[in-house]
């Protein structure tokens, strides 16, 4: 079974741009988590996606915001970006809503705000 | 609110043992763990439901403590693998519907 994918791996963006993230769940699972891990911060949670609906989601601010597709692929996007965005993003897959069910990490995107 | 690890880092020789600590002030759903090496994505370890539940890999053992809002993972004969930082991540409503929350992670560094 394929693992958790996210596109692109590598981004470089300037502030005040927008950026959208991708990840591809595994197969069959229907819940989609995005963290952001800096050095300073750990690893924080972003937003949860199930069935295409939102079902929680962090304290950030409303720059970011995500969507997820009936084939359970999510995006991420970032508005205006800053430069402490500066950040690897991960998302995770799991069959069940996260806090009840084991989490598979995608590789990530590291994503520098100039 | 973010769970408490402990210790923040352990050096150890292979062959030896540790305890990283995970604790919460509010009551927990699960708690999960996590390892995660350099440049790489964090790996599955363990999850714990309330209720004694237990998912995870067959050389990893983990103990839950829901009156204390307490985990512990326990690592024993380390090898030199066992490098890395380790997470717990928690859940505290029923179903765990309200996604998880990480410390701020273990460094844990094994020694030849």
């Known amino acids: 079974k394929a693992g958790v994918t996210q596109t692109p791996r590598y981004l470089i963006k300037t502030r005040g741009q927008q950026v959208t993230l991708s990840c591809s769940p595994i197969s069959g699972h229907r819940s989609v988590s995005w963290y952001q891990q800096t050095p300073g911060q750990g690893l924080q949670f972003l937003f949860e996606y199930f069935s295409e609906t939102q079902r929680n989601k962090g304290n950030f601010p409303g720059r970011f915001s995500g969507r997820q597709f009936s084939n359970s692929r999510s995006e991420m996007n970032v508005s205006t970006l800053e430069l402490g965005d500066s950040a690897l993003y991960l998302c995770?897959?799991?069959?069940?809503?996260?806090?009840?069910?084991?989490?598979?990490f995608g590789p990530g995107t590291r994503l520098t705000v100039l | 609110q973010q769970p408490v690890q402990s210790p923040q880092a352990v050096i150890l020789r292979e062959g030896e043992d540790a305890v990283i600590n995970c604790s919460s002030s509010k009551a927990l759903y699960s708690v999960h763990w996590y390892r995660q090496k350099h440049g790489e994505a964090p790996v599955f370890l363990m999850i714990l439901l309330k209720g004694g539940e237990q998912k995870g890999h067959e050389k990893i053992s983990a103990s839950f403590n829901e009156k204390k809002q307490q985990s512990s993972l326990y690592l024993t004969a380390s090898q030199l693998s066992y490098s890395g930082t380790y997470f717990c991540?928690?859940?505290?409503?029923?179903?765990?519907?309200?996604?998880?929350?990480f410390g701020k992670g273990t460094h844990l560094i094994i020694q030849p």
């Open positions: 995770a897959s799991s069959l069940a809503l996260a806090g009840g069910d084991t989490q598979y």
């Open positions: 991540g928690t859940a505290y409503s029923g179903g765990g519907a309200d996604g998880l929350t």
